[in-house]
Nanobody
Framework: QVQLVESGGGLVQPGGSLRLSCAAS????????MGWYRQVPGNERELVAI???????NYADSVKGRFTISRDNAKNMVYLQMNSLKPEDTAVYYC????????WGQGTQVTVSS
């Protein structure tokens, strides 16, 4: 059974940084690309970044150059380092496999505000 648990969110001022973590269970973790997604109430969930099994990454244009996704396959962990945060980055952030499965976690709230 797949379980995804996100942590690390919080309130940060514009220009600040946060590091999100995701603990993933399930045997497919080691072979599957992983992604970070985010959702603002009333909007569809959007894909923010993807990391391949070997570490190669792709990013949404809105976060390119500011966010860095990484993974530790030995620990079944995925991370999202977020720098130069903007108010428009405010959202609930989720991790999931890529393509996403139905097994969404509770997410972690990121609020960027002065």
């Amino acid at each position: 059974q797949v379980q995804l648990v996100e942590s690390g969110g919080g309130l940060v001022q514009p220009g600040g940084s946060l590091r999100l973590s995701c603990a993933a269970s399930g045997s497919i973790f080691s072979i599957s690309p992983m992604g970070w997604y985010r959702q603002v109430p009333g909007n569809e969930r959007e894909l923010v970044a993807i990391v391949a099994r070997g570490g190669g990454a792709n990013y949404a244009d809105s976060v390119k150059g500011r966010f860095t996704i990484s993974r530790d396959n030995a620990k079944n962990m995925v991370y999202l380092q977020m720098n130069s945060l903007k108010p428009e980055d405010t959202a609930v952030y989720y991790c999931n496999f890529f393509p996403a499965t139905a097994a969404w976690g509770q997410g972690t709230q990121v609020t960027v505000s002065s």
